[in-house]
């Protein structure tokens, strides 16, 4: 309730494959049929209606009792889609908007379709987008070439779930590490490509801090609080954006320009449009757009840098520092555009309370 107070939705995972052997159906001798192997996990067996049956109540309850706006659920393949179809009839009919995403851990991603599932954690993009940001001049124009392709094998790309950082997988920070590179400067570069590219940015927990770990269990460590605050309001800035630019979260996808470590790309949505620029190379990159991809008489106004760029003679000129992203608003040249202005002042603002509301607490505690 109180989330929902705040415009925020929920999802919560629902685990429907499997159970500990340290679980009652492993000794209740009415629940042997239950499960379809014995272990120290024991795999669920759908096929049974009671088993069927049971899951589903179990979900529609937490639905009923909690509020609760989506599941997200692992290893969709481990049931049948007509299983998963009878499971997201039910959900919805509790609730009509409630939201499924699954994960496809093995065979065709399009099975969540089939399934019935709303989206897909899409798992598929993450080693380009991973092997494009750990270390600077990593190859952007791969990561790109596979977001294109997902644009054209999905019919709602923008709904998939896209991650640099995965509880099966080492952390993103782990990569960067081992090559000795920044932190800060490697996440904010891969942050803003997953939070501008078509897709729903899933951030695993612990990435707001750069959390470090190996191979899973180190992966999945105890949650530090303290932590540099820097990467946390760059995520603010972000996810502030995302929710004020609508072109940002349902607009179209076109490249204006790419190289090997650098692209610019465009986001439009009705009357707005966003541009985009990341250089990943290790020298500044100077980018010229004609009149043709972009409106005249317009200028690009930065919403993370404040960088500005006017069009010139049917040109933009862009001039791209090493190792920098930039979110551009296209503006008319002559009029100052209060609406976008409004949209960073009140991000900042936020943050500023936050700060503050921090230190007070900060100084509080040392009394």
């Known amino acids: 309730k109180e989330a929902h107070k705040k415009d925020m939705h929920i999802i919560i995972e629902f685990v429907a494959n499997e159970v500990s052997a340290n679980h009652p159906w492993a000794t209740e001798e009415d629940k042997q049929d239950w499960y379809v192997n014995k272990g120290s996990v024991l795999a669920i067996n759908h096929n049974n209606a009671a088993v069927e049956q049971y899951l589903i109540e179990a979900a529609t309850w937490w639905i009923e009792e909690t509020g609760i706006d989506g599941y997200y659920v692992n290893h969709i393949q481990g049931a049948s889609s007509q299983f998963w179809r009878s499971f997201t009839s039910e959900v919805k009919k509790v609730k009509e908007d409630f939201f499924t995403i699954g994960m496809v851990s093995e065979g065709s991603p399009t099975l969540y379709k089939e399934a019935g599932f709303d989206s897909l954690m899409n798992t598929s993009s993450m080693p380009a987008i991973r092997e494009a940001f750990f270390r600077n001049d990593g190859n952007v124009k791969e990561a790109v070439r596979v977001t294109e392709e997902q644009l054209s094998s999905y019919k709602e790309p923008a709904l998939l779930g896209s991650l640099v950082d995965h509880p099966q997988s080492t952390r993103f920070t782990y990569e960067i590490d081992a090559n000795k590179n920044n932190l800060g400067t490697r996440w904010k570069l891969a942050l803003s490509y997953l939070y501008t590219v078509p897709g729903i940015p899933v951030v695993l927990y612990g990435s707001e801090i750069a959390q470090n770990g190996g191979e899973f269990p180190e992966n999945l460590p105890l949650l530090g609080f303290k932590a540099d605050q820097e990467l946390i309001d760059f995520m603010k800035v972000l996810g502030g954006l995302r929710q004020e630019l ?122």
């Not at 991809?293 to 000129?317: C, H, I, P, T, W």
């Open 246 to 367: 609508p072109a940002l979260t349902r607009g179209d996808f076109d490249i204006l320009y790419e190289d090997t470590s650098v692209v610019v790309f465009k986001r439009s949505y009705e009357s707005e449009t966003i541009v985009v620029a990341i250089n990943n190379s290790s020298e500044t990159q100077y980018v010229t757009l004609n009149e043709d991809v972009l409106a005249s008489n317009s200028e690009l106004r930065g919403l993370l840098a404040g960088d500005l760029v006017r069009e010139k003679d049917g040109q933009y000129q862009m001039v791209i520092d090493r190792e920098h992203a930039e979110i551009y608003a296209l503006t008319d040249k002559t009029s100052i555009n209060f609406g976008y202005i409004a949209i960073i002042t009140s991000v900042w603002l936020l943050f500023a309370v936050f700060i503050i509301l921090v230190m007070k607490r900060s100084k509080r505690k040392q009394s």
